[in-house]
């Protein structure tokens, strides 16, 4: 078993930047993949980025391509997500992942235009 728990999340102006961080305890979630996802309001839970094992391999969704960028540091177990210029659809709760198996409580973004 795999418990992450998401942090980083808050208000922020249309253009500004938050940093999300995802910190892994219990089971070690060595060789998983670790996704983001977001889920705004009245929508379905969309795919964000994701990370390699390594932190070597990264991808990113179009929406989100050239703001966001994932990394990871494996000695603190913990995944970050960089997100800048941001803008007001970008308001979801987000979600981290390690293999699309185990997920976080998720944290909320709110980005005001």
């Known amino acids: 078993q795999v418990q992450l728990v998401e942090s980083g999340g808050g208000l922020v102006q249309a253009g500004g930047s938050l940093r999300l961080s995802c910190t892994a305890s219990g089971r070690t979630f060595s060789g998983y993949t670790m996704g983001w996802f977001r889920q705004a309001p009245g929508k379905e839970r969309e795919f964000v980025a994701r990370i390699g094992w390594t932190g070597g391999s990264t991808y990113y969704a179009d929406s989100v391509k050239g703001r966001f960028t994932n990394s990871k540091d494996n000695a603190k177990k913990t995944v970050y997500l960089q997100m800048n210029s941001l803008k007001p659809e970008d308001t979801a709760v987000y979600y981290c992942?390690?293999?699309?198996?185990?997920w976080g409580q998720g944290t909320q973004v709110t980005v005001s235009s």
């Open positions: 992942a390690a293999g699309s198996v185990f």
